[in-house]
């Protein structure tokens, strides 16, 4: 994928604030250094008929990097960081796609130009960041004793934690959009990157930062 070209080094002193997360208990602590992006980058690059990876993720990290290089985005590459970050599969950006144009579009490429169309990149940075938790490393098991728990993004707002079942596991995450239905946690995609300071899950929406 075409993250694995971000390998800078920037370390962004604002996403140090994970002590305001109020877990309970606190999130886990992992000792390894891989970053998401080398994770992401195994899965190869480009577009696919995959709806059920991160492809579009990808491509829209990639864009805020080549027009901005010192957007706060470019973390994801340094593993050091400690973070969590959660992933709208493709099939997430696709019914995007559709709330934003009302058009259903059938390839990822598609989906991925006219949102970027639709939006520009500035807020499709502002989308990113808030997907982003800065500070700490939160695995599906701390998520699933955290029901409740606020989490500050790195993009300042907040999403909730809705823990609806702990012996699924079903966890939902709730936005600032509240017009529209929020993400689940996906169980087949969780804790991405495991044991090291920078983790992830996928989601089956994309949060939302603001009422779109």
């Known amino acids: 994928m075409r993250i694995r070209r971000l390998v800078t080094s920037l370390a962004v002193t604002a996403?140090?604030?994970?002590?305001?997360?109020?877990?309970?208990?606190?999130?886990?602590?992992a000792?390894?250094?891989?970053?998401?992006?080398?994770?992401?980058?195994?899965?190869?690059?480009?577009?696919d008929r995959n709806w059920y990876d991160f492809d579009i993720v990808d491509n829209a990290v990639a864009a805020v990097l080549a027009a901005k290089p010192d957007s706060p985005?470019?973390?994801l590459a340094d593993g050091?960081?400690?973070?969590?970050?959660?992933?709208?599969?493709?099939?997430?950006?696709?019914?995007l796609a559709l709330d934003l144009t009302h058009r259903w579009y059938g390839s990822e490429q598609k989906v991925f130009t006219a949102l970027a169309q639709k939006v520009g990149i500035d807020a499709i940075e502002q989308v990113l960041l808030y997907h982003v938790v800065p500070g700490a490393t939160i695995d599906s098991a701390t998520a699933l004793r955290s029901d409740g728990a606020r989490l500050t993004t790195a993009q300042g707002g907040t999403v909730s934690v809705d823990v609806l079942s702990k012996r699924i596991p079903l966890v939902v995450l709730r936005d600032a959009d509240r017009n529209d239905l929020n993400p689940l946690l996906v169980r087949s995609k969780l804790d991405i990157n495991a044991g090291n300071a920078q983790i992830a899950h996928g989601i089956s929406l994309v949060l939302r930062p603001a009422d779109l």
């Open 15 to 29: 996403l140090a604030g994970g002590a305001a997360l109020g877990l309970a208990p606190a999130a886990s602590a």
């Open 80 to 95: 050091t960081v400690p973070l969590t970050a959660f992933l709208p599969n493709d099939r997430a950006f696709q019914v």
């Open 31 to 47: 000792t390894g250094t891989a970053s998401l992006a080398s994770v992401l980058a195994a899965d190869g690059s480009g577009f």
């Open 73 to 75: 985005v470019a973390v």
